[in-house]
Every structure is written in C-alpha cells, then in structure tokens.
C-alpha cells in the first residue's frame, strides 16, 4: 500500500494501526488463556467455555459456512459425552481412547442423521435434524441402564492420559482441553480456507449455481455435517472428561438452541465468533445459575434482539468494522 | 407525437428502479394516452417488464416520478396502485394452479364500479365459460392467457398492463387476443402492452416505444410505420 | 375378557382412543402450522408456546376472573390470536424478506421468551384444570370405557378441522388464502391488502393452537413445557405429511396419534419416538412428505 499522497498514506498508516490493534487484542487472549491455571480465573469455566466454543465453532461451519441450519446439534455433543463417560467409567481405557470412541459414535450419528436431513432443503432440513435430535434424545431417556436416565453418567473418572499422564493434576486437565480444542479450531479454519470451504461458501450462496458449476452438492453436504459433527463429537468427549459428568442436557434440544444463539450472538461465519459467543453464554449462564427460569426468558430475548436487528454478531460487527 | 389536447393517463418521468443491488431502469420517459393502445418494444432484457413491474410497485426501489391521472404513484404498494385502477397480467400470465378456471376469473377484487359483467366476459372469451370448473393450470397456452386478461377486466380497472400477451401462442390464438384486445379499446380501456412481435403490435397499437437498456430511446406513432424506412429502423432495433 | 392380537380389548382400545385423542391435538396444532407456513414461509416456533398460552389462559380466566370453560374456548384463543398478530405485525414483518431460516429462529426466540415468563410466574409443575360439568363421566360401550370428554374433544377437533378445510378449499375467502400461498405478489397487485391477510392468517393459526390449549387443560396438566415438547413432535407431522396441504397434515395429525397409540399397546418403548421413526422411514422412501407438493 505505497502511495506518494500524504493522505492516503495517513489512511492506510491508519487502517494497518486498526488491524494491528484486533490481532494485538486476539494474542493477548490467547496468551491469558495459556496462563489461567496459573492465574486462577476459575479453570473449571474456562474449560467448559472452550468445550462449548469447540461445539459452537462446528456448528458454525455448518450454519455459518455452508448455511444449514442444523437444529440437533446437542445429539452429536451428547452421543459423544455419553460414549466417553461410559467407556471411561466402566471400560478400562485411559481417556484419549475414550476420546476417541466418543468421537466415533457422534461421527456416525451425525453421518445417518446427515444423510436423512439431506433428503430435504431449506427449513426442513433444520426440523428434520431437531426431529431426529429428539429421537435420539428419548433414546437416551429410556435407555436409562447405559445413559443413567434422569441422574446421568456421574464420577467420570479422568484417568490417566497415554497411561502417563494424570489429568485429576489442574494443569495437565487444563493444557490437555486447551491443547484439543485449538487442535479442533484449527481444523475449522484449513476446512474453511481450503477448496472444501470455497465449495461449501459456493452453496450458501446460490445452492443451483454451485449445482451447475459442477459441485457435488449433496456429497459435500454430508461431509460438512459428518465433519461438523465429529467435531461437536470431539467437545462433547472432552467436556465429559473435565466435568466428570455426562446427563439427559447434553442431548436435550434446548442445548441445539444455546449452541445457535452462541453463534449468533458471537458472529455467523465468522472463526472467532462462536468462541466469543460460547464465553459470554457460558459465562451469563453461571452468573445466572441462581435466577433459573430466568436464563430461558433472557435466552428468548436475545434471540430475538439479534436475528431483529443483530444478525452479524458481535465478532461480525468487529469483522465489519474492520473492512470500513 | 401527442395532440396538445389529449390527456395522459400515465406519465413516466426518469423513472429509475433497482432488483436489490442492480439497476434494471436507467430513466424512462414517456407517457400513455387515455383510451390507446401503448406498446413497449425493445430486445431481450432492454427493461420492458421491468418497466410495467415499476408502475405496478413491484420492483424493489423506484425513483423518479409516475403520474397516473395526475397522481404520482411511484410511491405506492401494489395495492394501491391496483386500487387506483391499473391492472397487471404478468409475462407468466400467473393463472393459479390451486384455483378453478371459475375462482380464477373472480379473484381479483372489484375496485371500482364498471368493471365489465362476468357475462360480457364470457362473450369475449366463450372458451373460459366451457372451462370454468377444470383447474387452473390444466387449460392450454392460449386458455391461460384469456384467462389472465380476462380476470382483470372484471375489477373496474381502466388500465391496464399486459406483457407479452402473444408469447408461445399459435397464430390463430395470437389474433384472437388481438381482436379481444381492440374490443377492449372500444370498451374505453387504456392499454399499456409490452411485446416482442411486432407485427402483432403494428395491428392494434397506436403509440410504439423503443426500450434500450432501461431507457427510452426513440418512439413511433401507428401513422409513422407506414413508412419502410421506419420500419427498416425498427428492424434495426429489434435485432439480436 | 376378549383379547385383541393377545390385548386385553380393554386396553387395546382405550389406547386407540387415547391415540385418537393425542391425534385430535396433532391435527389442530399440524393444520395451525401449515396454514401459517403456506401464506408466510415462517415455521412458527412459538406454536407450542401459544397452545400452552391457551391453556394457561383457560387456568387463569378460571382462577381469577370465575370465567368457565365454555366462556374460555370462546375468549381465550381470540385474545391469543391477537398477541399472535402483534407478534406478527411487530416482529415477523421485519425479517420478511431474510431467507426463512430466521423466521424459524425468530419464533424459537419468542416461544422460549414466552415459556421462560410463564416459567418464571408460575414454577414448572403442572396446574390441575377441572373437566367441566356438563362433560363429566364416561359411557360404558361395552368393549370400553368412553370418557366423556375425550369423546367431546375428538368430536370438537374434527368439526373444527373439517370446517377449516372447507373454508379454505371451498370458499371464495379460501380461494385468496390459496392464491395468495402461490403468488403473494400477483394477489396484492390484484388490490388485496396481503400484508393485512397475512397478518390475520398468522392470527388464525395462533387462534387453533390456543383452542387447542383450551381443549388440552382438562386433559393434560397446564404447564409451561407443556408446548415445546409438543411442538417437536408436530414438526415430525408436518415432514411426514409435507406442509403444501392441509388435508394431509390434518390426517397425518390423526393418522400418526394413532400410530402412537398402537405402538403403546404393542411395544411401549417406542411409544414416545415411533413418530420419530416413522419420519426417518418417510424421508429414506418419499422425502417430500406423503402430501407433499413443495419439493
């Protein structure tokens, strides 16, 4: 951007000064979040935000990216914290296998729930997988010997990582979250900047015209849904091994729902957005714990607010900004 | 050329219109006379549906100014438009398919007083009466369009809009519909027509305007086709 | 004792009855959806919410302002279909244009909105409403016992859903609703207000879910969960129906609760997801719907 012209050259002095604040800012966050087991802003939130932001971020590449709005996502979360939980807790596996069984169930769910949604476009898509979300939900409610019905898998035991390392120790716990959920982030963003992400933006856009320029629309569809729900698979195994837990609200549809706002309210088809989104959900969640219904009605509100009048997020709104 | 004293009924003056983001209608002018018959004629694309789509409020931004008896109406929802007393017939022609032949010719609401009788109607287009039960969708090509221009002489309109009445028909029903519409002129009716056949508009048009690139660029009186050399240049116009 | 298929036939066919009657809610909830959805394109989430407005309504005109039963089907789905066009005329105009996917998110907003401050008011257990006089008591048919009531609400929704079809496919008004499904645009360059329709439309829709609701609080406990989980389960109704036709969403309504009542009667673990199923079979061999024209 060399340009003889004072002006410009202040203006573009001035844009690069805007640009170098928000990576300043992101670096910085990164840099709190490598140091909070040692600083102490409660460990236990940070992981389970990171777990959601994980959650969010894949289905962000479904919403966001390829514009299907999956409204089941909580079925792939769930499956994988049940799987998990279950395999850690009565099987004698160290937790990186659980992890990865965990993974595979929702891999596979979301491969059959995929291809049935896929059957259908636009808005019945998005009842199609709420429906299917439901199914497997009252799966879980009846098949209460293996999900533990209405108490849910507790005491998940964390085991040993490798068989090495013990991730009751606060730090190990936490690098190891850390470590998997940058690891899922950073998969997001190659699919998005590879040709897979172009073909999926190509779809949201104009569905015929990607169809006609020769994309295999349906196959990179269930792609984007499989991998999308491995990934939501991947924060649900590893949320069920930092909170010990694995319960009927990990599967329930008003966690699709919290996923959506999350989004939304963080930056549709933006990468940071459904972090930022899961923080402050996560964070207004507990802080609200002790009001209850409140936190439903509050939901409702901001939904309402940001697909009125707030449709690009926060993130989105910072994106834009940006661009000026 | 208009006669000093011959009142318009629609005047268009830099009339602008936009789909979203792109520009369809770069400064129409000209205007209509009450009782002719108007047509815009101009390549594929050159802004002629778009046109009557303005003065019918269905584009999605509009500027300039669109005075109907006096009134501007660039402003102006569908509805109102319709209620001043324009009526529209869409290039599909827009016969529903969930309607009987009967429904469909009683759909459009009675704006004002004088419109034609459903008799009447059925006189101009004998086919429609035998019809009236089947389902919309199931009459032929020609059927539809009667249909379609028949519906809209029952709501007390006096304008009215008809794009490419003739498209896809075979030859007979092509001057069915233009015996049909020069009774319409008879009956008082102003017409404003959007047509890619010339000849079929040379037979009944008094007024032809040429559309280029959303913009008027030339226009001919009926007198003046009389002349080969016009029509040379009209050829000239309407050429891929 | 008779036994049907190895049944009791008591029990089979008082879980018929009882699959009748969940089907009665089906049909009114699914036919509300899909008339809303023809003329609107908005899936309306807050469906379920505005059926358990109706039936808390009903609770509430009882408690605090001595308004019987019957005064309750006459008042409260009109007073909810107004909150309905409000919703309408405030909210869902705005986003009109937006792709139909914000619709849905939208009124996802507002049923959770709604149930979060009945939730917020009135605690999450259920709420006794007393089955009216007049409709107490049951018949004794022999094969079964007929509770009166449940007979009244079969009756009641399948005149009211018979009606509606009939306005709909048969008269002139139904002819605009029809047209207007088709070509929004062309019917209001016709000189019909179809904003205005739309807005009374969206009206009629929310006045079935809460006649619906009015009709549910005898039999089901008034609670605030009592709409969402509903509504899924309509959801799966009008895929499996396919939302172009009224006809079939209301005999798929019927049709799937009594689907669910067989399932109970023969394989009770499945009751609570065979429509689920059903919808997954629906979608491998026939996915725009047994009815469906909108491909």
């Given at each position: 951007?060399?340009?003889?012209?004072?002006?410009?050259?202040?203006?573009?002095?001035?844009?690069?000064?805007?640009?170098?604040?928000?990576?300043?800012?992101?670096a910085a966050?990164?840099?709190?979040?490598?140091?909070?087991?040692?600083v102490g802003?409660?460990?236990?939130f940070?992981?389970k935000?990171?777990?959601?932001?994980?959650?969010?971020?894949?289905?962000?590449?479904l919403?966001?990216?390829?514009?299907?709005?999956s409204f089941?996502?909580?079925?792939?979360f769930?499956t994988?914290?049940?799987?998990?939980?279950h395999t850690?807790?009565?099987?004698?596996?160290?937790?990186?296998?659980?992890?990865?069984?965990?993974?595979?169930?929702?891999?596979l769910?979301?491969?059959i729930?995929g291809?049935?949604?896929?059957r259908?476009?636009?808005?019945?898509?998005?009842?199609?997988?709420?429906?299917?979300?439901?199914?497997l939900?009252?799966?879980?409610?009846?098949a209460s010997?293996?999900?533990?019905?209405?108490?849910?898998?507790?005491?998940?035991?964390?085991?040993?990582?490798?068989g090495?390392?013990?991730l009751?120790?606060p730090y190990?716990?936490?690098y190891?979250v850390?470590?998997?959920?940058m690891?899922?982030f950073?998969?997001?963003?190659?699919?998005?900047?590879s040709?897979f992400g172009?073909?999926?933006?190509?779809i949201?856009?104009?569905?015929?015209?990607a169809?006609?320029?020769?994309?295999?629309v349906n196959?990179?569809?269930?792609?984007?849904?499989?991998l999308?729900?491995a990934?939501?698979?991947?924060a649900?195994?590893?949320k069920?091994?930092?909170?010990?837990?694995?319960?009927?609200?990990d599967v329930?549809?008003g966690?699709?729902?919290?996923?959506?706002?999350m989004t939304?309210?963080?930056?549709?088809?933006?990468?940071l957005g459904?972090?930022?989104?899961?923080f402050?959900?996560?964070?207004?969640s507990s802080?609200?714990a002790s009001?209850?219904?409140?936190?439903?009605l509050i939901?409702g509100a901001?939904?309402?607010?940001c697909?009125?009048?707030?449709?690009?997020?926060?993130?989105?709104?910072v994106e834009?900004w940006?661009?000026k | 050329?208009?006669?000093?004293n011959?009142?318009?009924?629609?005047?268009?003056?830099?009339?602008?219109?936009?789909?979203?983001?792109s520009k369809?209608?770069?400064?129409?002018?000209?205007?209509?006379?009450k009782g002719?018959?108007?047509?815009?004629?101009?390549r594929?694309?050159?802004?002629?549906?778009s046109?009557l789509r303005?003065?019918?409020?269905l584009?999605?931004?509009r500027t300039g100014?669109l005075?109907f008896?006096?009134?501007d109406?660039?402003?102006?929802?569908?509805?109102?438009?319709?209620?001043?007393?324009?009526a529209?017939?869409?290039?599909?022609?827009?016969?529903?398919a969930?309607?009987?032949v009967?429904?469909?010719l009683?759909?459009?609401?009675i704006?004002?007083?004088?419109g034609m009788?459903?008799?009447?109607?059925?006189?101009?287009f004998p086919?429609?009466?035998?019809?009236?039960?089947?389902?919309?969708?199931k009459?032929?090509?020609?059927e539809q369009?009667?249909l379609?221009?028949a519906?809209?002489?029952?709501?007390?309109a006096h304008?009215?809009?008809?794009d490419?009445?003739t498209e896809g028909?075979a030859?007979v029903?092509?001057?069915?519909?233009?015996?049909?519409?020069?009774?319409?002129?008879?009956l008082?009716?102003?017409?404003?027509?959007?047509?890619?056949?010339?000849n079929?508009?040379?037979?009944i048009?008094?007024?032809?305007?040429?559309?280029?690139?959303?913009?008027?660029?030339?226009?001919?009186?009926?007198?003046?086709i009389?002349?080969?050399?016009v029509?040379?240049?009209i050829?000239?116009?309407?050429?891929v | 004792?008779?036994?049907?298929?190895?049944?009791p036939?008591?029990?089979?066919?008082?879980q018929?009855?009882?699959?009748?009657?969940?089907?009665s809610f089906?049909?009114?909830?699914?036919?509300?959806?899909a008339?809303?959805?023809?003329l609107?394109?908005?899936?309306?989430f807050a469906?379920g919410a505005?059926?358990?407005?109706?039936?808390?309504c009903?609770?509430l005109?009882l408690?605090?302002?001595?308004?019987?039963?019957w005064?309750?089907?006459?008042?409260?789905?009109?007073l909810?279909?107004f909150?309905?066009m409000f919703i309408?005329?405030?909210?869902?105009?705005?986003?009109?244009k937006?792709?139909?996917v914000?619709?849905l998110?939208?009124?996802f907003g507002?049923a959770?909105?709604?149930?979060?401050?009945?939730?917020?008011?009135?605690?999450v257990?259920?709420?006794?409403?007393?089955?009216?006089?007049a409709?107490?008591?049951?018949?004794?048919?022999?094969?079964?016992?007929?509770?009166?009531?449940?007979?009244?609400?079969i009756?009641?929704s399948?005149?009211?859903?018979l009606v509606?079809?009939?306005v709909?496919?048969?008269?002139?008004?139904?002819s605009?609703?029809?047209?207007?499904?088709?070509n929004?645009?062309?019917v209001?360059?016709?000189?019909?207000?179809v904003?205005?329709?739309?807005?009374?439309t969206?009206g009629v829709?929310?006045?079935l879910a809460?006649?619906?609701?009015?009709?549910?609080a005898?039999?089901?406990?008034v609670?605030?969960?009592?709409?969402?989980?509903t509504?899924?389960v309509?959801f799966?109704?009008?895929?499996i129906?396919?939302?172009?036709?009224?006809g079939?969403a209301i005999?798929?309504?019927?049709?799937?609760?009594l689907?669910?009542?067989?399932?109970?009667?023969?394989?009770?673990?499945?009751?609570t997801?065979?429509?689920?199923?059903?919808?997954a079979?629906?979608?491998?061999v026939?996915p725009?719907?047994?009815?469906?024209k909108?491909s």
């Open positions: 951007m060399s340009d003889s012209s004072a002006e410009t050259s202040k203006l573009s002095h001035d844009v690069k000064g805007a640009i170098d604040g928000v990576h300043v800012l992101i966050l990164l840099l709190l979040l490598l140091i909070v087991p040692f802003i409660y460990p236990i940070v992981m935000a990171l777990c959601f932001a994980l959650l969010a971020a894949s289905f962000n590449l919403f966001g990216y390829t514009g299907l709005l089941g996502h909580a079925a792939f769930g994988a914290s049940y799987i998990t939980a850690l807790k009565f099987w004698a596996i160290t937790p990186e296998v659980a992890l990865i069984f965990g993974t595979a169930a929702a891999t769910v979301g491969w729930i291809a049935l949604a896929i259908r476009q636009g808005i019945y898509f998005a009842m199609v997988t709420l429906a299917l979300a439901q199914l939900f009252f799966f879980y409610v009846q010997d293996f999900s533990g019905g209405e108490d849910g898998i507790q005491a998940v035991p964390r085991g040993r990582l490798f090495l390392i013990n009751e120790n190990a716990i936490y190891f850390m470590a998997i959920c690891l899922g950073f998969v997001i963003y190659r699919a998005v900047n040709p172009h073909a999926l933006k190509a949201r856009e104009n569905e015929p015209r169809i006609s320029l020769g994309y295999k196959r990179i569809k269930l792609l984007a849904f499989t999308s729900a990934l939501a698979g991947v649900g195994a590893t069920a091994i930092v909170l010990q837990l694995a319960t009927l609200n329930y549809w966690l699709s729902g919290e996923i959506i706002l939304l309210i963080g930056g549709l088809g933006t990468l459904p972090i930022l989104g899961a402050i959900m996560v964070g207004l802080y609200l009001l209850g219904s409140w936190m439903t939901q901001i939904f309402v607010i697909v009125l009048s707030f449709r690009r997020g926060i993130w989105g709104w834009d940006r661009r | 050329m208009t006669p000093a011959a009142p318009s009924i629609l005047e268009v003056r830099d009339l602008q219109a936009w789909y979203g983001e369809v209608l770069h400064g129409m002018n000209f205007s209509v006379n002719e018959i108007a047509t815009l004629i101009g594929n694309g050159a802004g002629k549906t046109t303005s003065i019918m409020g584009v999605g931004k100014h005075y008896e006096g009134h109406i660039v402003t102006y929802s569908p509805d109102e438009v319709a209620r001043k007393g324009v529209y017939c869409p290039e599909e022609r827009g016969i529903f969930s309607l009987s009967h429904e469909n009683l759909l459009p609401p704006i004002k007083p004088g009788s459903i008799d009447a109607i059925h006189q101009l086919n429609l009466l035998e019809r009236r039960n089947s389902q919309g969708t009459l032929s090509g020609g369009q009667m379609a221009i519906r809209i002489l029952r709501t007390g304008f009215l809009l008809l490419e009445p028909l030859p029903i092509v001057q069915q519909i233009a015996f049909a519409i020069q009774q319409l002129k008879k008082d009716f102003t017409v404003l027509l959007v047509e890619q056949n010339f079929f508009a040379s037979q048009s008094d007024h032809f305007y040429v559309v280029e690139q959303g913009a008027v660029v030339d226009q001919f009186s009926r007198k003046d009389e002349d080969p050399k029509l040379d240049q050829d000239k116009y309407l050429s | 004792m008779t036994e049907i298929f190895g049944i036939s008591q029990a089979f066919y008082g018929l009855f009882i699959g009748l009657i969940n089907g089906y049909a009114l909830l699914s036919l509300g959806l008339i809303i959805f023809g609107l394109n908005v899936i309306n469906h505005q059926y358990m407005m109706g039936a808390f009903a609770w005109a408690k605090f302002l001595d308004l019987n039963y005064a309750a089907l006459v008042v409260v789905p009109v909810v279909a909150t309905g309408e005329w405030f909210f869902l105009r705005k986003i009109k937006l792709d139909p914000y619709g998110l939208l009124t507002l959770l909105l709604i149930e979060g401050a009945f939730r917020q008011g009135f605690g257990s259920g709420l006794p409403y007393a089955i009216p006089e409709l107490q008591g049951r018949r004794n048919l022999g094969f079964m016992f007929l509770p009166n009531y449940r007979l009244w609400v009756c009641v399948v005149v009211v859903c509606t079809w009939l709909i496919e048969k008269t002139k008004l139904g605009y609703l029809r047209a207007a499904t088709e929004p645009s062309l209001q360059a016709f000189g019909v207000r904003p205005r329709m739309m807005t009374l969206y829709g929310v006045l809460a006649f619906a609701g009015v009709m549910a005898p039999i089901y406990q609670s605030s969960s009592m709409g969402t989980n509504i899924i309509v799966a109704v009008v895929v129906g396919g939302m172009g036709s009224i079939g005999f798929s309504g019927y049709a799937l609760g689907a669910e009542g067989m399932t109970k009667v023969f394989y009770p673990q499945a009751s997801t065979v429509i689920f199923l059903i919808m079979l629906v979608l491998m026939k725009s719907g047994l009815f469906g909108k």
